[in-house]
DNA sequence: ATTTATTATCGCAATATTACGATAATAGAA
DNA sequence: TTCTATTATCGTAATATTGCGATAATAAAT
């Protein structure tokens, strides 16, 4: 137990809730927001922004990555992070498509 | 520790967190799609579909009310659960919101 | 009144997540 | 080379989540 049965859902069910999942963290919005509209965008800038550890941060920006929202190049010592925006838009889809399904409003008698 | 720090972030970084941290589960999105499509949308209904415990589908029911994208009434015996589609489109465009910031794409050499 | 069907809740075990200090690893500066 | 800055990773503690069986609660059926 405290294992999602992945076994029982859909792929695609499995890779919407996966990436809802990561999305679903303040901390990663914060990044995501700050990735969005800065220019230079190494970890240390979230660091002196977001009150969390340094080392709390790194896994955070970690599990962006792992949804390859974001990517990371290293540019001397520094770490360069940006939007993946290609993926970016890709999840905006997979997104609305979720909500773009039909909506039964007769089902309910409110 | 274990806890989100959430005093650290802005109410609507919290806000949209939480509704993403809900949707991020691939039961909770079957759920939805169930209702969304079907007609009579009862408990047991889920239980039947979704190969989970009675009492583990309720306790997504629960969760996905607390961010009120459902609704449940007693109908007799039985519940019946529907979609809030105010507030389905609601968090649909709180999301795009989010999805719609501006994008620097310059600031990584990739 | 008793039984049955339906759903919520409780209590628990297993696992995951969050956060952080400490430390490693690396590149540039002195 | 030695020091410093930057970032990732490890280990760990606290808490949250997931899932389930058992049970409670309620309404309908018998």
Redesign the pocket.
């Known amino acids: ?5 992945t076994q029982v859902f859909t792929e695609k069910q499995n890779e919407l809730a996966n990436i809802l ?1 990561v999305l679903g ?1 303040p ?1 990663r919005l914060a990044i995501l927001e700050q990735i969005a509209k800065q220019d230079k965008c ?3 800038d979230f660091v002196l922004e977001i009150d ?5 941060i ?6 962006l990555k792992k949804i390859e929202i974001i990517q ?1 190049t290293i540019s ?4 360069s992070y940006c939007i993946n925006k290609e993926r970016w838009e890709a999840i905006q889809g997979i997104i609305n498509q979720f909500f773009k399904q039909n909506i039964q409003t007769n089902n309910c008698s409110i």
């Open positions: 137990m405290g294992t999602t049965k999942k963290h901390a190494i970890c240390n969390l550890a340094q080392a709390t790194s896994q955070h920006l970690k599990e990371g001397g010592k520094k770490m």
